[in-house]
Every structure is written in structure tokens, then in C-alpha cells.
């Protein structure tokens, strides 16, 4: 069983930087990959940005060249670098992982998930 915890949400004015954390535990270092997907009000889960187990990784159009998804060296903390902040990022941003070579860029792709941090972005 994966356990998943974010943290680092908050509120900021556009143009602004955060950077969300996950730590993973309870899990088996070997064919796990993440990702970052958030939720806005009345709209659908979608992915920002995953991390393949050999490192790859694949971001929304939304957010390329103004987020960065990484893990440390032990895997067991995924980071989400958001830069250059716009209203549109406001959401609740969720971390989740599977066991899976390559990284999925759908909801359904992943079984762990965790409980969310919610990032807002004023004008």
C-alpha cells in the first residue's frame, strides 16, 4: 500500500512561485511512477505534469516551461516547482502514483492518490 501526503499549497499573487511537496511511503521503490493533477471547481481532475519510473516526464500545455515535476534520489518525495503563477493554476492539487514503467496522463492511470493541497492565485 502507497501512503501519499502533499503539502506546500498556499495563496499568492500572480506571477508568484510555490512548490508542492509529496511524500511517498509505504511503498516498493521499483516501477513506481507519479504524477501532479488538480482540480478546479466544477471542472474534471487533469493531469499537470508525471514522472516516469526511468525519470521521463510529461507536462500539460498549460503549464511547460512555468512548472517542473522531480523526485529526490530516493523517490520518496515528489516535487511540483510552480513558477510565473497565473489565476487559471487556482485549484486543489492532488500527488499520485502507480506501478507503472511509463507515466499515465489520465485519472484512471492511477491507484494511490493523495488527499490534495489547494493553491490559489490572485490577480
Known amino acids: 500500500q502507497v501512503q501519499l501526503v502533499e503539502s506546500g499549497g498556499g495563496s499568492v499573487q500572480a506571477g508568484g512561485s510555490l512548490r508542492l511537496s509529496c511524500s511517498v511511503s509505504?511503498?516498493?521503490?521499483?516501477?513506481?511512477?507519479m504524477a501532479w493533477f488538480r482540480q478546479a471547481p466544477g471542472k474534471e481532475r487533469e493531469v499537470v505534469a508525471c514522472i516516469s519510473y526511468p525519470g521521463g516526464t510529461i507536462y500539460a500545455d498549460s503549464v511547460k516551461g512555468r512548472f517542473t515535476i522531480s523526485q529526490d534520489n530516493t523517490k520518496s518525495t515528489l516535487y511540483l516547482q510552480m513558477n510565473s503563477l497565473k489565476p487559471e493554476d487556482s485549484a486543489k492539487y492532488y500527488c499520485a502514483a502507480d506501478y507503472r514503467w511509463n507515466c499515465g496522463t489520465y485519472r484512471g492511470a492511477y491507484d494511490y492518490w493523495g488527499q490534495g493541497t489547494q493553491v490559489t492565485v490572485s490577480s
Open positions: 509505504g511503498y516498493i521503490p521499483s516501477g513506481l511512477s
